[in-house]
């Protein structure tokens, strides 16, 4: 019911910025609830930071505070990860992702419903 399409990663040197887009259609106004994940090579699905589609409320994994940036702009349909100071360790494919509820945890990738195919952000060190 919701489609979602990450942008804006790349390559970026250690200690650089990158600005990650999601752009969202469908049933969009039917979102509460949004999201970002991370997934390197042979490791698990890691939460990055949430952020409520009609609130001000915001969440972040304790790596990323003070670093990352999580906002979103309802009229566009589109949420933001703006991250600074990035880390060789931080390469990964950054996935978007959607729910319909407020229900769950937020740093749970199983309770988001909708997911984006993900953009890749290489750190160099």
């Known amino acids: 019911q919701v489609q979602l399409v990450e942008s804006g990663g790349g390559l970026v040197q250690s200690g650089g910025s990158l600005r990650l887009s999601c752009a969202a259609s469908?049933?969009?106004?039917?979102?509460?609830?949004m999201g970002w994940f991370r997934q390197a090579p042979g490791k698990e699905r890691e939460f990055v930071a949430a952020?409520?589609?009609?609130?001000?409320?915001?969440y972040y994994a304790d790596s990323m505070k003070g670093r990352f940036t999580i906002s979103r702009d309802n009229a566009k349909n589109t949420m933001y990860l703006q991250m600074n100071d990035l880390k060789p360790e931080e390469t990964a494919v950054y996935y978007c992702?959607?729910?319909?509820?407020?229900?769950?945890?937020?740093?749970?990738?199983?309770?988001?419903?909708?997911w984006g195919p993900g953009t890749q952000v290489t750190v160099s060190s």
């Open positions: 992702a959607a729910d319909f509820d407020y229900t769950g945890s937020y740093y749970l990738a199983q309770r988001y419903d909708f």
């Open positions: 469908g049933r969009t106004f039917s979102i509460a609830t």
């Open positions: 952020i409520r589609w009609n609130g001000s409320r915001t």
